[in-house]
């Protein structure tokens, strides 16, 4: 017999969060510590020291009196412990005390700083403040995170989303994160836009800036220059189209074809995800540069002067498509599986022959896994700056215009955020021209019934084209990392070829002295923290991306548009500009994690999460709705269904977010140039570092060695997530 | 041994609605009852909102007014999760990452069984639809019928107050589908289980049921026992969905206490006048009470358009002065040939009168 949760009069997740709530308010250090972990604050003075005192102890003591109306907020919840669920006081307490406990706490954490009160405002209704705060540390985080669930536990109680709490948990939770680090920061930096020379803010100077000539001229049609908003438009929508068509071209080869070296293939297109991107810029200008291996040989054979074509739009259009093909791939290999064996076959039966199949059948079903993989070449494109850095030349694009508007001699703010906003409408555009494209068709694929067929393989016709480009496309890709290997054990490129292992035993010198092992190689330090870095932002950014698009297919809730909105902004918004953001926002209370390496986490999660939610909602999508109705009718509540069936069939998806968001960790750079600090220095920014010292042997030789980690991890990860066992056949032989 | 047991109860619905959006009206104002230990359905044809009723049963859909009870309870805002009722699927949703039994157990994992408890409650239920033994097979390695029974067997094993079935024959070839149809019967009424059956085929309602509910654009048309339906149905509708019907445009000459004069043509018949008054109204006659006699006689005539030979009766379309009609008869060895001249007739009992007005 069902226990009818609405009856129970004890409830373990009030419970725990009510104690959460006060543990993090009696006991945690209030304010920010540094070194937490080590745990030594401990011994150091707490819980008297004002530096590590909890809540409770500063109040006891007549400090931070404005932190002591929140002790309300945790007391009411007490009184409502025995009462039922469907008790309307239940409901309006929990929503009441979490609800004032949260604004009370983000609004005294927003209007008190370094300096006292932060608006002028506020000093002239309450008079200066002599107190000032510090940025907040794990006593305020906790203690928010438990006025956050008891809101969101009263708001189920009143019967939302038919009285879910772990459905609106999950929404508040998700909604909280993205506004304080997608919308907080954006918001900071977008204000910026609005801000004159001499501090002030104004709306006359913003529209000659939006519609500069710098950004939206024409003159390249005419034989002179175009502005960087068309570049960057034209580049990423070439890279987009190839990097989809690349991506399908790689899927359907691996899923329908009788080619024998699969795997060697998949693990050649997932090569270059796992490769700093400036890596690839370099590799290609050691093919195709000025005095490039290519283009000398070219040169010599031809008769013909060498020139600088690669440098621009070509390089860094095959730069960028090398680089995100692997992401189109990922998308596409799960769609392309999906895609129910029966359907074609039915196709077939129905007098289709295999083109015609394809075409009428399977390539309208993977409309979806294409226009995302679609829709995340073309941001990657607009987003990415390593490439456009190394390879860029005269070719001007948005997101290294944002660079050089701050770090420049110009360090112009105002230009750098309308750039930002004009990278934003293209991207927000794409994502809406998608939507369109997709309309209200269904695309169920997995349905509830065991499906026994086999995928057909490609017709004839689409079969050569597809073999033919995935062999030259595979024979480049081996060629470029040909070059790096290479490039990683010359004495000097170009200049000694002699063969050395110099540059990695300067890196990774590893001496056996007095006190044991010592790492002595000079990589080590931000190798470690960036493994560290990774491996803790990887599992954060499946979970929530997933959890996001379980959300986004599952569930019906209002201002779900805006939700969705919101969790693909962060991925809209070149790292750039998300780095610079994030200083603005964090360098100051209430939070201040600045030069922390909880700073490096946190921008990850934010920026990969996308792709998280991108690869679940097309995976979700093609999953049978029955199958969750069923488990609940079955009496599994939607944390159960959701993890024992929604988690194990999205696998793939679950693959893709995890390897993705933990390559993105050690290989991004754009961001992460502005967030490192010397206690938390990463692996990329150290080898920016070494190029910019003309030291390309140790570069190279650096990121080979993380390229040999990323694939072990992957292969890691590849083993530990497994495969979904859904009995589908996958060989062609059988039964043929 | 354990033993799958019922707890079976009741299931109400006072006033009960559910308005899609701002304007598309699923179900309009229902009242319903399921008396524990029976087997309802709910008949109509698509869109008539007898898929979301029993949604609502589950609580995979809530009610926008009205009030849900099962048993005595209230369940009206309940969550599916917290109330103790199980579905089986038209599309069975078997997990397909999980086998036969973890698909079983899968419910009992949730219901506070301890292992040894839940695995023996989940063999009992595969034996009860006839599958031990493939406890360990993946559902893609099912039939269709066996997919259906483990989907029957998951939702068993809970024991649930009622048990919902969405159209749970439609993916199966005829012959299984008589055959799985009276298992479902049989288990139902060895277990004394409430079943709440959705169907838009009315044979399969007509065999499986203790009361049949036709709905009709969002309201219900009529319940009753599936012979209360087929013998007296209360219009045009009903006569004609439940099984097929000749509506015959009549008019009552004369009432006679409660027995009414009907005139078709030149012809007339005596027949209960069901409440009607004189004027119009329509004779709903089954194809097996029509009569035929060769050549003219008493009745009305009408020529033979179409015979169908099919195998253990004739099958006749036949055209008289008021419309086409559609005849069953038993004799095969002597049948009529397209163009022989005919008299209609009808059966003593059989025909009933329907209003004339509501024309479906």
Known sequence: MRTISLERTTHPDLIFWITAGWIGYCLLPWYGVEKFWSLEWLLEGWPFDADFAPAAMLIATGQKLWLAPMVLALIAP??????????????????????????????????????GFNADWLTALFGPLEDRQFGMGYGAMITASAFLFLFTQGIAARGAVNGDVFVTAAIGGVIAVVTIFVFFPIAKMLLAAFATDDGGYSILGFFPKLFDYRIWGLGCLTGGRCGVAWNSLVLAIAVGVLTTLLGL??????????????????????????????????????????SGTVTTSVAAFLGVETSRWIYGMPGVLIAQVLAFTPIAFLVLIGVVEGVSPSMEEAAQTLRANRWQTFRTVSWPLMRPGLANAFLLGFIESMADFGNPLVLGGNFDLLSTEIFF?????????????????????????????????????????VTGKGDSGV????????????????????????????????????????????????????????????????????????????????????????????????LLTRQSFAGKRAFEFGTMLSFAIPGTVIGVAYILAFNVPPIEITGTGLILVISFIFRNMPVGVRAGIASMSQLDKSLDESSLTLGANSWQTFRAVILPLLRPAILAALVYSFVRAMTAISAVIFLVSARYDMATSYIIGRVENNDYGLAIAYSTALIFVMLAAVGLLQVLVGRTRIGRRTSHAEGH | MTVINAKAASVR??????????????????????????????LGPSGCGKTTTLRMIAGLEMATKGRIFIGDKDVTKLPATDRDVSMVFQSYALFPHMTVMENVGYGLKFSGFDKAEARSKALAGLELVGLTGYGDRLPSELSGGQQQRVAVARALVLEPQVLLFDEPLSNLDA???????????????????????????????????????????????????????????????????????????????????????????????????????????????????????AGSGDGVVAVIDKATYVGSRME?????????????????????????????????????????????
């Open chain 1, 78 to 115: 007490l009184a409502v412990l025995g009462r039922r669920k469907s008790d309307p006081w239940f409901a309006r307490v929990l929503i009441l005390a979490g609800g004032f406990g949260f604004s009370w706490l983000v609004a005294q954490g927003l209007g008190i700083g370094l300096r």
């Open chain 1, 249 to 290: 071209a790689f899927a359907l080869v691996l899923t329908r074809s009788g080619f024998r070296y699969k795997r060697l293939l998949r693990a050649l297109s997932v090569l270059p995800i796992i490769t700093p991107p400036f890596v690839i810029g370099l590799a290609i200008i050691l093919l195709f540069g000025l």
């Open chain 1, 405 to 445: 508007a701050i770090v420049g001699a110009q360090y112009d703010q105002s230009r750098a955020a309308i750039l930002a906003m004009v990278l934003l409408g293209f991207t927000l555009g794409a994502f809406y021209l998608q939507r369109f494209w997709l309309g209200k068709k269904s695309y169920t694929t």
């Open chain 1, 455 to 550: 995928h057909p393989p490609m017709p004839r016709g689409l079969a050569i084209p597809v073999y033919v480009v995935v062999a030259l496309w595979s024979t480049f890709t081996v060629v470029v990392y040909g070059m790096i290997l290479y490039g990683s054990v010359v004495q000097l490129w170009g200049v000694d070829d002699t063969l050395t292992f110099k540059h990695y035993i300067t890196a990774f010198r590893i001496e056996w002295g007095e006190n044991g092992l010592r790492w002595t190689g000079s990589a080590w330090s931000s190798f470690w923290t960036t493994i560290l870095i990774a491996t803790l932002a990887a599992p954060l950014t499946a979970a929530i991306g997933l959890i996001t698009a379980y």
């Open chain 2, 13 to 42: 619905f006072e006033n009960v609605s559910k308005v899609y959006g701002a304007k598309v009206t699923a179900v309009d104002n229902i009242n319903l009852e399921v008396a524990a230990g029976t087997l309802v359905t709910l």
């Open chain 2, 175 to 293: 012959k299984l589908r008589r055959q799985v149809r009276e298992e479902i019967r049989d288990i139902q009424k060895t277990l004394g289980l409430t079943v709440v059956y959705v169907t838009h085929d009315q044979e399969e309602a007509l065999a499986v049921s203790d009361e049949i509910v036709v709905m009709r654009n969002a309201a219900i048309a009529q319940k009753g026992t599936p012979r209360d339906l087929y013998e007296a149905p209360a219009d045009a509708f009903v006569a004609d969905f439940i099984g097929e019907a000749n509506l015959i445009p009549v008019e009552i000459t004369a009432l006679d206490g409660d027995i009414a004069t009907v005139r078709i043509a030149d012809y007339t018949h005596r027949l209960p006048s069901r409440g009607l008054s004189q004027g119009p109204a329509k004779l709903a006659v089954r194809p097996s009470r029509m009569r035929l006699v």
């Open chain 2, 316 to 360: 006749y379309t036949v055209t008289a002065a008021f419309g086409t009609v559609f005849a069953v008869l038993d004799d095969v060895v002597t049948p009529f040939r397209v163009g022989d001249g005919v008299t209609i007739s009808f059966a003593a009992s059989g025909p009933v009168l329907i209003p004339a007005d509501q024309a479906s």
